[in-house]
């Protein structure tokens, strides 16, 4: 197993106050909350956090921790001295099994008996945790549906009552017309506990797509057109998460005009819509008739751009 | 220890169609009915009808309510300073939807 760096998880000094470690862990856990922070890792850092601050908030586990010397780098494989949890009892914990269960093999081995599972002997959850986790997918996804395969990192209490870690995959049906923020519920599939096993609750989060912005249940899509197609209207093919379609470009079209194109967007009851933005996008002025016809357009009528600012 | 690798599981998508009554909610969410009853209260969910015996709650509800009791215990809020986050996240992922339209 490795070595966790408790200290630095929480950017302090070994020589930190009790005071200092309580407001590094409060300052730490508002940033990295997962319901609040958008950080990509903010899942595992919060529970790094939650784990490191259970050990150094407690002096008796922080003596325990400390005894094992500064001269371990995170990371580092680490085996505990044998008998080193004799002279030490841990009673003070206040965190439950389940929470016990969240933690890492490193923690197990200094604390878990003492601490988390003994507990939880005696009061066992009436049943499983609900977990959470998140499902990242592609637009595509959302307006198809789709199978995808999830591997998920789960720690359980054993048969030994040490929390242990296993991967298991689950397919996973991911229903049409989902949004991003959506919750999918995944009965019985959560914690295990004595009782019934927990819910899993999947979140979904969609990847960056190239072309289309998501927004609820409406795309947004940028598209580039010429000068004469928006001054003059025009038909264009415009590519959706559905296929091509055509869409008519009005004459007299400035850049920026949003065009909508309804029930294209990600479907449901009611489905969202497509909106097209239109950006006027000038043919390079590198050749002689090129730089004529703009010349020529110049000529064709007054226009001045800037006439609203006033000078 | 994947029992069954190639089976596909369906979840539910707990969106605005999905509609449940107290008692269903109360089992969703692991809460006694006066827990859920408070959390009306404080406005941190609406369901629909009067009395609680005709509440009917969205599938929706079951993310705020999770999220509230999150906050609660990790962050050492109280419930009306979870309530006020929840709805300040709420503005936050409008706006940034918002951003997301201009493509960054």
Not at chain 1, 59 to 66: L, T
Not at chain 1, 124 to 148: C, E, F, K, M, S
Not at chain 1, 231 to 255: E, F, H
Not at chain 2, 71 to 90: P, S, T
Request: aromatic share 8%; glycine share 10%; with cysteine.
């Amino acid at each position: 197993m490795e070595y966790r760096d408790y200290y630095r998880i929480m950017g302090l000094g070994r020589d930190a106050t009790q005071d200092e470690i309580k407001r590094a862990y409060r300052k730490l856990a508002r940033k990295f909350h997962p319901d609040v922070s958008k950080e990509a890792d903010a899942e595992a850092r919060f529970k790094e956090l939650g784990e490191a601050y259970e050990v150094l908030k407690d002096p008796p586990k922080r003596a325990a921790y400390d005894q094992l010397g500064s001269t371990w780098k995170a990371g580092e494989e680490f085996r505990p001295p044998p008998d080193r949890n004799q002279g030490f009892e841990f009673h003070s914990g206040d965190f439950s099994a389940a929470d016990a269960a969240q933690f890492s093999d490193f923690f197990a081995s200094l604390f878990g008996q003492d601490a988390g599972a003994a507990r939880g002997a005696r009061r066992p959850p009436p049943q499983g945790q609900d977990t959470r986790a998140r499902v990242v997918i592609d637009l595509d996804d959302a307006y198809h549906g789709a199978t995808r395969a999830l591997t998920l990192q789960t720690t359980e209490l054993g048969p030994d009552g040490r929390p242990q870690t296993r991967a298991r995959t689950l397919n996973v049906r991911i229903p049409k017309g989902v949004r991003p923020g959506q919750q999918i519920r995944l009965a019985g599939q959560g914690g295990h506990g004595p009782g019934a096993p927990g819910d899993l609750y999947l979140e979904v989060a969609f990847r960056p797509h190239p072309l289309y912005r998501v927004a609820g249940r409406d795309v947004y899509l940028e598209l580039p057109v010429a000068p004469w197609e928006a001054a003059l209207g025009a038909q264009v093919k415009l590519p959706t998460p559905d296929g091509p379609v055509d869409l008519k470009i009005p004459p007299g079209s400035s850049s920026g005009r949003k065009l909508r194109l309804a029930g294209r967007g990600i479907p449901g009851q009611p489905p969202g819509d497509l909106y097209a933005t239109l950006l006027i996008v000038l043919p390079p002025a590198d050749n002689a008739a090129t730089r004529a016809a703009y010349r020529e357009l110049e000529q064709a009528q007054a226009f001045d751009p800037r006439a609203h600012l006033g000078v | 220890m994947d029992k069954s690798p190639h089976q596909v599981l369906q979840g539910e998508l707990l969106d605005e169609a999905v509609v449940l009554t107290l008692t269903q909610f109360c089992r969703t969410c692991r809460l006694p009915a006066e827990q859920v009853v408070e959390l009306v209260e404080e406005g941190i969910i609406e369901p629909l009808g009067q009395a609680p015996d005709a509440w009917q709650f969205t599938g929706v509800s079951v993310y705020r309510v999770q999220c509230v009791l999150r906050l609660e215990h990790d962050l050492g809020v109280n419930r009306a300073g979870a309530a006020l986050i929840l709805d300040l996240l709420d503005q936050l992922d409008a706006l940034r939807a918002r951003l997301a339209r201009y493509g960054e």
